[in-house]
């Protein structure tokens, strides 16, 4: 039996593509692509490899959301339809403020998907 590597290293390319609906009519605020996918400046939803979403706090108490949930399910969906053999869809929801940082990681794929949160960063 051959070895698994667990870890890799990714050579990706992060794009702004706030506003660029090139998943379906979606817009997430940053794609990650392989470079050689993106060289002639189009996006294309199969060659995705991960999508993040950047929200601001509505107010210091409030935390993400289910629409702000919900909208990862949607990018998951449109990836699972356009990447048929790929079986898990890491993607991360993003809550930024000046003080602190706090994630949502979504990884499953479409028959279950699993929402794992975590504070990442609070400034004392």
Known sequence: MG???LYQTWK???VDTRNNPYLNGLK???SIFNPQNISDGAF???FVRTVLELKQRKSETSNLGNEDKGQLIDYIQILA???PLRR?????LMHLTFMSWSM???TGNIQNIQLRSRK???YP
Request: glycine letters at 4%; hydrophobic letters at 50%; a neutral charge.
């Open 88 to 92: 898990f869809f890491p993607i991360s």
């Open 81 to 83: 339809q356009q990447q």
């Open 12 to 14: 990706v390319r992060a």
């Open 3 to 5: 070895s698994m590597t």
């Open 104 to 106: 949502i990681g979504i």
């Open 120 to 122: 990442v960063f609070q």
């Open 44 to 46: 294309i939803p199969m």
């Open 28 to 30: 997430p605020d940053i």
